[in-house]
């Protein structure tokens, strides 16, 4: 399967081309080309994915699979990844698949050697941290509490407490954590190990609070 993987939660935007061993094996590894972009707001969706697909040497025709990130992280650019994924199946028909940007630090610290309680830090505004709690062994990692809202003050213990912080810029607030964002190289890694494909209208991102709305007033009458 060739999958292309999109993550744009992060301020460091990615986009890869993941390909499966061309022969079964315990040792074979996947074929992976990535592209990431840093710095600035907007995202150069379409020029980075040229690029990725020039780097694997396949044709957009050739994608079988469209995996992006859902967040938590930057809304606008978890956003413009499920419009460019459910874009890209309405011109292709290709499978969809939806990943936690969390899931996927939680694999690139596994693959990173990090072991023991994990907890990955995404800033929510507000004063506010998403905060998901991971254990890490020796053959992968364990979510041990779903993802949450949590505060600065809870956190803080958790650092004095000698626990590991890691994620997106999490140094900004706490000097000892160590810096990681989601990557659409481990993303389409992630994805080669599954099959729950979602319709395009099914991808939402992750976004723990509810969605309110302020009604404008309505419009003055000039006599």
């Known amino acids: ?33 990535e592209v990431i972009e840093t710095g600035g707001r907007s ?23 469209v995996a992006v990130g859902l967040g ?39 693959a990173d050697g ?12 507000r004063n506010e941290f998403y905060l998901g709690q991971y254990v890490l062994g020796e053959k992968g990692w364990t979510e041990v509490q779903p993802l949450r809202l949590a505060t600065l003050a809870e956190l803080q213990l958790l650092e004095r407490a000698g626990q ?17 964002f989601p990557r659409a190289a481990v993303l389409g890694q992630i994805a080669l190990r599954r099959n729950d494909f979602v319709p395009g209208e099914k991808l939402e991102p992750i976004y723990l609070r509810e969605t309110t709305f302020v009604k404008a007033p309505p419009p003055r009458i000039i006599p």
């Open 114 to 125: 990090v072991t023991g309680p994990l907890n990955i830090v995404i800033d929510a505004q």
């Open 43 to 65: 995202t150069k969706a379409i020029g980075m994915v040229k690029e990725a697909l020039s780097d694997a040497r396949i044709e957009r025709e050739q994608v079988d699979c």
């Open 1 to 33: 399967m060739k999958i292309l993987a999109l993550e744009f939660s992060p301020s460091h935007r990615s986009v890869a081309i993941v390909q499966a061993p061309a022969s079964p094996g315990p040792h074979a590894a996947p074929s992976v080309n």
């Open 164 to 180: 590991t912080l890691i994620g997106p810029e999490v140094t900004k607030w706490f000097p000892g954590a160590r810096i990681m």
């Open 72 to 110: 938590p992280g930057s809304y606008t650019g978890i956003r413009a990844g499920i419009a460019f994924a459910q874009g890209w199946r309405l011109a292709r028909n290709v499978k969809l698949l939806g990943v936690s940007s969390v899931e996927c630090i939680a694999e690139q610290a596994f």
